[in-house]
């Protein structure tokens, strides 16, 4: 599902997110590994204040493994813990806990001093549309989504999914709007498929998508239209990979609405490789 968001929708969720963040010990923001500036909320520090947070890469089964790299480096030297995983297969999440404990540790620490019983770890997931929060509460619940009932003082029910004997996660995620405020990030969004096509313009999208990788991965492209030497020119180049890929109309011209389909299909089912959109220097 796509959210189209308005000042009000904004407003609502930030609203919502805050109600959750008084129930937790500690919260996950789950950004895309391939985005992990463009998909992230542009208010979140705010949004989450002092709250202990993991930022979770997600989707890094698809992300330029260097560029990850570069990123946990990134969100490390910045005093941020940030990790690595894949949702659908499960990788990295045995860290999420672990990390979270040490995080957490003086906190624990203080209420096993003060003769407290031990309790699990409260968490929750946040997050913009479609990063994957579904799909990670239901790896981290084994999808034998265990409600363990409701929290009582406040005025909505919120339900507990457990997550093993030391954590429990809210059964709804936080869902937090991405940045709006350049074009390119809206690009980046829609490439990934965070925008519904519906409301995009497709070919801007692959003019951006073709002028990027020219950019930063030219043999990737090369390799995968067989094309020798890239022109400089990104109409030439979308024409040259329509005649390639045999996107043409009857009258034998160039189907541009075909071409824009191959390449923005090739980039978000990682024919055209491994990608990242963001890079950390941008945001030095
Ligand atoms: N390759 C890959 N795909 C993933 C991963 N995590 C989630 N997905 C896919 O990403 C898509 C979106 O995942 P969801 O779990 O529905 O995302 P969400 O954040 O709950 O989405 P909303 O309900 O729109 O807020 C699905 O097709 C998932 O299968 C991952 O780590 N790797």
Same mark, same amino acid.
């Given at each position: 599902?796509?959210?189209?968001?308005?000042?009000?929708?904004?407003?609502?969720?930030?609203?919502?997110?805050?109600?959750?963040?008084?129930?937790?010990?500690?919260?996950?923001?789950?950004?895309?590994?391939?985005?992990?500036?463009?998909? !992230?909320?542009?208010?979140?520090?705010?949004?989450?204040?002092?709250?202990?947070?993991?930022? $979770?890469?997600?989707?890094?089964?698809?992300?330029?493994?260097?560029?990850?790299?570069?990123?946990?480096?990134?969100?490390?030297? !910045?005093?941020?813990?940030?990790?690595?995983?894949?949702?659908?297969?499960?990788?990295?999440?045995?860290?999420?806990?672990?990390?979270?404990?040490?995080? $957490?540790?003086?906190?624990?620490? !203080?209420?096993?001093?003060?003769?407290?019983?031990?309790?699990?770890?409260?968490?929750?997931?946040?997050?913009?549309?479609?990063?994957?929060?579904?799909?990670?509460?239901?790896?981290?619940?084994?999808?034998?989504?265990?409600?363990?009932?409701?929290?009582?003082?406040?005025?909505?029910?919120?339900?507990?999914?457990?997550?093993?004997?030391?954590?429990?996660?809210?059964?709804?995620?936080?869902?937090?709007?991405?940045?709006?405020?350049?074009?390119?990030?809206?690009?980046?969004?829609?490439?990934?498929?965070?925008?519904?096509?519906?409301?995009?313009?497709?070919?801007?999208?692959?003019?951006?998508?073709?002028?990027?990788?020219?950019?930063?991965?030219?043999?990737? $492209?090369?390799?995968?239209?067989?094309?020798?030497?890239?022109?400089?020119?990104?109409?030439?180049?979308?024409?040259?990979?329509?005649?390639?890929?045999?996107?043409?109309?009857?009258?034998?011209?160039?189907?541009?609405?075909?071409?824009?389909?191959?390449?923005?299909?090739?980039? !978000?089912?990682?024919?055209?490789?491994?990608?990242?959109?963001?890079?950390?220097?941008?945001?030095?």
């Amino acid at each position: 599902m796509t959210i189209q968001w308005f000042p009000g929708h904004m407003a609502k969720a930030r609203r919502e997110v805050t109600e959750k963040l008084k129930l937790i010990d500690i919260v996950f923001e789950l950004v895309d590994a391939r985005l992990p500036l463009s998909s !992230r909320n542009p208010m979140i520090d705010e949004i989450i204040g002092q709250k202990p947070r993991i930022i $979770l890469l997600n989707k890094a089964d698809m992300a330029d493994h260097e560029r990850t790299e570069q990123w946990l480096a990134f969100f490390r030297e !910045r005093g941020m813990t940030a990790l690595a995983i894949n949702s659908q297969a499960g990788n990295g999440l045995q860290m999420i806990l672990k990390t979270a404990k040490h995080l $957490l540790k003086e906190k624990l620490d !203080r209420m096993k001093a003060r003769g407290m019983k031990p309790r699990a770890i409260r968490a929750l997931i946040v997050g913009i549309p479609n990063v994957g929060k579904s799909t990670l509460i239901n790896r981290l619940a084994k999808r034998n989504i265990a409600k363990t009932g409701n929290t009582p003082g406040v005025t909505k029910a919120q339900q507990w999914i457990k997550v093993g004997k030391e954590m429990e996660l809210l059964d709804t995620p936080g869902i937090l709007w991405p940045k709006f405020e350049d074009e390119a990030v809206g690009y980046k969004l829609a490439l990934t498929g965070a925008i519904k096509d519906t409301i995009i313009n497709l070919q801007e999208v692959a003019i951006y998508a073709l002028k990027f990788l020219q950019a930063h991965y030219p043999e990737r $492209l090369k390799e995968r239209y067989g094309i020798d030497q890239l022109p400089d020119d990104i109409v030439e180049l979308l024409d040259d990979i329509g005649a390639k890929r045999g996107c043409l109309t009857s009258g034998g011209q160039i189907n541009y609405d075909k071409a824009t389909e191959v390449i923005i299909r090739d980039v !978000r089912t990682e024919r055209l490789g491994k990608l990242t959109f963001d890079f950390p220097e941008e945001e030095e």
